[in-house]
DNA sequence: CGGTGTGAAAACCTTCACAGCG
DNA sequence: CGCTGTGAAGGTTTTCACACCG
């Protein structure tokens, strides 16, 4: 999920497992809160409570970090926020341009948490002439006509991609041949980027499928009725066939060819 | 990540994995867009290109479906549109209610995949009554005051959080307890709820942060000595140590405890 | 005693490689 | 022949359970 090319070994950089390095922030926003409220040490137990994660995994975790904590005792929040902080590269600033600045740019321009945490927007950037000089959340928008100009003063390594679907890949080409290595999409597309470039993608309507998948599972489990009579008004909506099967006969489940509502 | 709360046997709904449920909206992405281009078969390869992943998993993945291919030539893709269109719950309609109409959650309701794919917006709501009423996106924002009431007659069972974190909880429970079991969390907080929920987060900070940990990487794999010096200037900035301990002789990495940045 | 740190086991996911079908 | 579907192998992540230490 990290990358947008194919191919990629999944290179755990240095040891530290792609899956804990996904967690850390999420002990880091923890930790955070328990050191504003002055906790000076906190348990893997009730910092996984904390986190939403389980105490055993927190602990492996941390073990890949290094031996922070006390036996007996806990761990010291303010050394695990500054340990945490240095091992994700948070203890320097991170400029980062935003391109697209429609509602979507905008809501992330004036997003709070990313000052907090090392990020700071260098610069907001739209292709729309009537926004140039625009400012939005204080910050005045620039044209992206300009946009390799942007990057290559402000050292920008990190962008930003809200724009259309239909924009993104010549926006993320632009961002990295002008030196961009790491890139947020938020567009409903695939990018595809050299080696070495770095991709994550945030998409909403992903997201809301997913929720949609086991919402549909946990209907079917309640009335099961109700359930065979869906897969039949279904079956009568849309039911294209393969190219020259027969309708009825061919299509085969894992497990059988029941219709794929049947409780555990 | 789909849970809020810590435990889950992570319940494999029906036998197909959670990771391949995750993929689904891309590939029914990637053949909803071959669809509008009339392309009447694809071969697995083709369709894993289009979807950013490889062939032999998309294979695998569709083979938790069924056998919808052809051998020798491909899958259909409007049959397997439907198909996974269908094992995903899009067949029907989803109500969803959006809490929270600051700028994200105004972006959100004007977010065009939403009604593409099964998702009806229902509500917008907010607690702010300078917002009830209001327009935003075609919708008029109503009062958190009437929240239960519009989820229970509209029988939603979606809701997006997309309130500052504070309140998030409160609005979580509020949801949950009107009917909601499906929750995608836009605050940046871990929300905890009972069984039989499934939250779903999206957090840019997290993302960014994931983003910065491997640009640093990238940065200490080209210079190394700047990397030494960062990581002394580091340890000159903020260097807590563990309560009681020595800070030189303590701090001990996985594998020696050389700072962090030595390339592979 | 209480809680960390960690080998070992289990679960899960990805990739390989090829049998078998159209 | 070309491509799907899938056992088997390999890798990663999670969980268990307990030795060990403050």
Chains 1, 2 share one sequence.
Not at 21 to 39: K, N, W
Not at 102 to 116: P, T, V
Not at 154 to 172: E, K, L, W
Request: glycine share 10%; charged share 20%; net charge negative.
């Amino acid at each position: 999920m990290a990358t947008g090319r194919t191919h990629r070994p999944a290179t755990r950089s240095r040891g530290i497992p792609e899956a804990t390095v996904a967690r850390l922030p999420l002990y880091l926003r923890a930790l955070t809160a328990l050191s504003e409220r002055s906790v000076p040490t906190v348990s893997s137990e009730e910092l996984a409570a904390a986190a939403g994660v389980n105490s055993a995994k927190l602990r492996k975790d941390f073990s890949y970090l290094g031996s922070y904590g006390t036996r007996g005792v806990g761990y010291d929040v303010e050394y695990l926020v500054y340990q945490i902080s240095r091992e994700l590269g948070l203890t320097q600033d991170w400029p980062v341009v935003i391109v697209g600045i429609g509602n979507l740019g905008a809501a992330l321009a004036g997003y709070g948490g990313f000052a907090s945490r090392g990020f700071r927007v260098a610069a907001l950037i739209d292709a729309d002439p009537a926004m140039t000089g625009k400012p939005v959340a204080g910050i005045p928008v620039q044209h992206s006509d300009d946009l390799e100009k942007i990057i290559e003063e402000d050292g920008v390594s990190i962008g930003v991609i809200a724009t259309p679907a239909g924009v993104a890949q010549q926006v993320c080409d632009r961002l990295v041949a002008a030196g961009v290595t790491s890139i947020l999409n938020f567009a409903p597309t695939v990018l595809s980027v050299p080696d070495g470039v770095d991709v994550r993608k945030v998409d909403l309507s992903i997201e809301l499928q997913i929720l949609a998948f086991h919402e549909q599972r946990k209907a079917g489990e309640e009335s099961n009725a109700e359930a065979a009579a869906e897969a039949e008004t279904a079956a009568a909506v849309a039911p294209p066939a393969p190219r020259g099967g027969t309708t009825g006969g061919s299509r085969k489940g894992p497990d059988g060819d029941v219709p794929a509502v049947m409780p555990a």
